[in-house]
């Protein structure tokens, strides 16, 4: 005969399966259905732009029977529903358009570029990281007290320094002055065309061609546009991270370890940061989600040839295709970067169950 706690524990076990089993299910359907709004929006960009495709591709001089011609092979004659069935069936083949600017596929231009804001951006993510946790630790250790205001006040300035002034004046002292760094782009002259490109990446290519002087050409080149656009990153974290490490003090098991004589280090390494993993995993997400679609101005100013600078030229030139390839590249991946984020805030967080 079972005991009453084992009848018990049998139907708990289930409804605690059915709940978290109906959890990743909810979880999964948000996913589809913002991707899905992501896919509308982009169609619906496409035939909210200004820019006529047909004009484009027929030019504007074309006579009314190439018009029609044209417009008839782009499926633009057809229904709506059936527009956006031809553009998801398209993109299920990878299929993104043509790029009037570089006449090659969007897909081969972005497979092209992305590697490299790929790149900026985790290296950025990496130094904002870091920096931004160990100045909340700083901050949070004793609220009011020089580090505190000095992290408050590094925090202010990533908010409110304008990017592309602070990257211009970046160039300008330790590029054109002090020499310390290699300038725009990813890589001088002498090694651009000679680097075999395996991964997209160029410190681990440079790394990879045994070429110690070009690995040494990346980091240099790469280190200046890391640190301007780390610091917005840096900003976020530090901001929230030490006003969610603050709201964590003041409740009672902080009070309960510091009358049992804990120091404030202790408290603060054992106790207060654990609980606040949660709120970290997501500002880490969401920085590094923004890194990916904010590096526009970084990439321009340093001629860095990543999706964020195809994107602009796309934008002066109405590349319509490469506009919406990019939007789609880059919407796609904040997309998917909170859902990891929220699938382990879930995992590693049991007050989120």
């Known amino acids: 005969m079972l005991s009453g706690s084992s009848q018990r524990g049998a139907p708990d076990g289930a409804r605690l399966f059915w709940r978290r089993s109906s959890g990743a299910l ?14 509308v929006f982009t169609f619906a960009l496409s035939h909210l732009s200004p820019v006529d ?5 027929a030019g504007d ?73 160990l100045l909340a630790l700083a901050a949070a250790w004793k609220p009011g007290s020089v580090l505190d205001n000095v992290a408050r006040l590094i925090s202010l300035l990533g908010y409110s320094v304008p990017v592309f002034w602070l990257g211009l004046l970046g160039l300008l002292l330790f590029y054109a002055v002090l020499h310390w760094s290699a300038g725009p782009g990813r890589l001088d002259d002498i090694w651009i065309y000679t680097l075999e490109p395996k991964t997209g990446l160029v410190l681990i290519d440079s790394w990879l061609s045994g070429d110690a002087e070009m690995f040494r050409n990346a980091i240099a080149h790469l280190w200046l546009p890391v640190t301007v656009l780390g610091l917005l990153s840096m900003a976020t974290i530090t901001r929230l991270l030490r006003a969610a490490m603050l709201e964590e003090s003041s409740k009672e098991y902080v009070t309960l370890a510091r ?31 923004s890194l990916l679609e904010g590096s526009v101005l970084t990439e321009m100013v340093f001629a860095w040839p990543g999706v964020g600078r195809y994107m602009t030229t796309a934008l002066f030139a109405s590349d319509t295709p490469a506009i919406l390839g990019s939007t789609l590249l880059i ?23």
């Open 53 to 57: 495709p047909v004009l484009q591709i």
């Open 61 to 133: 001089h074309a006579s009314e029977s190439t018009y029609a011609q044209v417009r008839r092979d782009l499926g633009l004659d057809q229904p709506v529903y059936m527009q956006f069935w031809h553009y998801l069936t398209h993109l299920l083949r990878g299929d993104l358009g043509i790029s009037s600017i570089t006449n090659q596929p969007v897909a081969s231009d972005l497979l092209r570029t992305f590697p490299a804001t790929v790149e900026l951006a985790t290296c950025a993510m990496i130094f904002g990281s870091v920096a931004g946790i």
């Open 26 to 39: 909810g979880a999964l359907i948000s996913l589809a259905v913002t991707l899905v709004g992501l896919l």
């Open 331 to 353: 919407g796609g991946c904040f997309i998917i970067i909170n859902a990891l984020a929220d699938a382990l805030t879930y995992l590693t967080d049991p007050r989120t169950r």
């Open 259 to 289: 009358a049992k004589g804990a120091s404030r280090g202790r408290i603060l390494l054992l106790h207060i940061f654990p609980n606040v993993r949660g709120t970290l995993i997501t500002v880490l997400a969401l920085s590094y989600a």
